[in-house]
């Protein structure tokens, strides 16, 4: 009775623990965030492409034109890191080459609020937490 228990114990001590983190593809889909007043979708598809849109216009997905560059944005995510990373990576079509990285962390409040914080500006460390540049997305039905 006593191992019953402590399996018992175990089991929701892991369920507990991993609700807390987030799983593979849970991100998946398009997302409306709110940033300074200014409303934008954000689409992640289940291939790993990644499309910004604000104001009407589009810029990522398998392909757009990147400042003159046919290239296609791609995003990753690294679950094993704490709080969990996000790259945004445009990749230029043609040479298969990488143009730039957008660095970020990645927290699903709910399955249908996700919090990411990122790297504007062209900087290359990536933020430790939610406190500056945080936009908070909602999964658009």
């Not at 589009?58 to 046919?70: A, I, N, P």
């Amino acid at each position: 009775m006593k191992i019953l228990k402590k399996l018992s114990f175990v089991l929701v001590a892991l369920l507990i623990l991993c609700s807390f983190t987030i799983s593979e593809g849970e991100h998946v889909g398009r997302w409306k965030g709110k940033d300074k007043g200014d409303i934008g979708f954000l689409t992640l598809s289940s291939e790993g492409f990644a499309t910004f849109e604000f104001n009407g216009q589009e810029m990522g997905g398998k392909s757009y034109d990147h400042q003159g560059v046919t290239a296609s944005m791609k995003y990753v995510v690294d679950y094993k890191s704490s709080p969990t990373a996000i790259d945004f990576i445009i990749i230029d079509n043609s040479t298969d080459t990488e143009l730039g990285r957008l660095k970020g962390i990645i927290n699903m409040k709910s399955s249908d609020e996700m919090q990411i914080a990122m790297t504007f500006g062209g900087g290359t460390t990536r933020p430790t937490d939610f406190s500056t540049d945080a936009i908070v997305f909602n999964r658009v039905k």
